[in-house]
């Protein structure tokens, strides 16, 4: 493949999408030519004590009517990142400056950036405004 083509990829559950959403994608797609989100599913998500209100496939549907993503693929676990990065021949792996230095290990294979969050946004904040 042409040296010059970069693959991205990123990671999350994406649940009640928000425009904090949108800007990483877009910035992520921006640092290359094409964009893989790692979607969380269901399941991960409760090994995350994360509570999802849309399930995987709705929130799937969101994310493939992105123009900046290109591929989505399951997230099925703590450890897979290495495989996908590998599997897809990954340049750049991208995730919100609130996880910064967590997954610096990934360093080896691909570059790693954390990218600032936008402020004011949060799906926990949202949930928490609709539940009250
Ligand atoms: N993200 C961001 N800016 C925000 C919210 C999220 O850049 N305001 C990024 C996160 O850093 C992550 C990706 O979007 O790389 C997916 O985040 P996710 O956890 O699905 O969304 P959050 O809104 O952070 O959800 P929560 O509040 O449940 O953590």
């Given at each position: 493949m042409n040296?010059?083509?970069?693959?991205?990829?990123t990671?999350g559950?994406?649940d009640l999408?928000?425009y904090g959403?949108?800007?990483i994608l877009r910035?992520?797609?921006?640092?290359?030519?094409?964009?893989i989100?790692g979607l969380?599913?269901d399941?991960f998500?409760r090994i995350?004590?994360?509570k999802?209100?849309?399930?995987?496939e709705?929130?799937?549907?969101?994310?493939?009517?992105?123009k900046?993503?290109?591929k989505?693929?399951p997230?099925?676990s703590?450890s897979q990142?290495p495989?996908?990065?590998?599997?897809?021949?990954?340049?750049?792996?991208?995730?919100?400056?609130d996880w910064?230095?967590k997954?610096d290990?990934?360093?080896?294979?691909c570059?790693?950036?954390?990218l600032?969050?936008t402020?004011?946004v949060?799906?926990s904040e949202?949930?928490?405004?609709i539940?009250k």
């Amino acid at each position: 493949m042409n040296s010059s083509f970069k693959t991205v990829i990123t990671y999350g559950t994406f649940d009640l999408f928000h425009y904090g959403h949108l800007e990483i994608l877009r910035r992520a797609k921006e640092l290359g030519d094409y964009l893989i989100v790692g979607l969380s599913t269901d399941a991960f998500n409760r090994i995350k004590n994360k509570k999802c209100i849309f399930a995987y496939e709705k929130r799937e549907e969101i994310l493939k009517s992105i123009k900046y993503v290109d591929k989505i693929i399951p997230e099925n676990s703590w450890s897979q990142k290495p495989f996908d990065i590998k599997k897809f021949d990954v340049d750049i792996f991208v995730m919100g400056d609130d996880w910064r230095g967590k997954f610096d290990e990934l360093t080896d294979s691909c570059d790693v950036q954390y990218l600032p969050r936008t402020k004011g946004v949060s799906t926990s904040e949202l949930k928490q405004i609709i539940d009250k």
